[in-house]
């Protein structure tokens, strides 16, 4: 069975060096504003006690906090001033393929409250050069993806780990034979450059993989997936009662993949970027209110 996706919105981030000097509150207060609109979009005439697990995840976001310089408190205790939809917590520990272990922990709840909210957040706070581009990935692309998903049943979701040292190989082969056992479903392959993603034009049929979209997003961690299903979307590729696998992979060699059909109406957008100037002149707008 397939996960239903209610909604998907990705807003582009730039840099945020000028937020972060102002400090961890200043932070908190900003990443709560965009994650919570995002949030309050995203879920928009969903009935709030119908959602259940409700995260956000990072890969880039991990250094802030475990160094003890931002702490999810000071996020969510600011939130509830632009969404009714609160995060329970932060996921950085399995990098780009957090959602789906967030994903297989939601799927061991009762389905009283059907609905999962998963914030994908990767924004450079403090623009290091780390992120800006590496060997591992290429280019990378930062933002916000804010994704919906609605159980359905005995829902299909796969968390694995490397068993050797080469684990975007054995991501590679998983995927093929999940395709060979499953001759109908679409994927949706991690954004990487093509010294990376050469790897896909050698085990996976290209007719079924969604366009690597790496040139226009870069490698944008847990998102890509998601930038790549609103994408289709958008483009009204999708058709009725087509299933796709959503997937991700980390560098510290976990993966994930998640079986979800598009629901018949839903929230589906690529929103404008964030800038830090927007931020900084709505925060002297609102100060002189």
Known sequence: MSFSLQ??????AGPWPEIARRGARTV??????????????ATKGIPREQIGVNMVVSTILDMPFTSGWIEWDDIASQMPSWTSAVPHNLVTAYECSSWGFVLRYANL????QPYIVLSIVDINLFDLTHWHENPNWGKSGFGIATVVLKFSGDDTIQCDVARSANGFGEFCVGLRNYMERDKAVRVTPPFFPPNISALYDRLLPRERLLPNLVDQYGHSFGSDPWIALIEHRLAKRDRPGE?????????????????????????????????????ERDRQMESLC
Not at 266 to 279: A, N, Q, T, V, Y
């Open 109 to 112: 709840f009762e389905r009283h």
């Open 243 to 279: 299933r796709y696998l959503a997937t991700s992979v980390s560098l510290n060699g976990y993966w994930c993949f998640a079986e979800l059909e598009f629901a018949t109406e839903g929230i589906f957008h690529i929103d404008p970027m964030i800038e830090p100037c927007r931020i």
């Open 7 to 12: 909604a998907a919105v990705y807003r582009p």
């Open 28 to 41: 908190g207060r900003e990443l709560a504003r965009a994650i919570g609109e995002q949030i309050e979009r």
